[in-house]
């Protein structure tokens, strides 16, 4: 679905400004650009928490040192 959420919201941005620019005049260009930036940045957040690491390479995903640490933490909290 992302692909097509992103070629429709490309296609989208590339009509809103027949749209408004009857309307709006040469203020339609700021209001476009801040329309558009806002949608993109909105999309892009959303591929970001699909993937949270995978900006990191694999050898900084350290899940085995955390799951370390959940178990000591958990078997801690059943001893008291």
């Known amino acids: ?3 097509h959420l992103s070629r ?20 339609s260009v700021p209001v ?3 329309i558009c930036w806002s949608l993109f940045s909105i999309e892009e957040v959303g591929h970001m928490i ?8 694999y050898d900084q995903v350290q899940t085995k040192r955390v799951a370390d640490v959940i178990k ?5 909290m059943y001893k008291q």
């Open 1 to 3: 679905y992302s692909r």
């Open 8 to 27: 429709y919201l490309t296609i989208w941005s590339a009509t809103l400004p027949f749209v408004l620019a009857p309307l709006l005049g040469w203020t």
């Open 32 to 34: 476009i650009a801040a």
């Open 50 to 57: 699909e993937e949270p690491f995978a900006a990191l390479p």
């Open 72 to 76: 000591r933490d958990t078997l801690a």
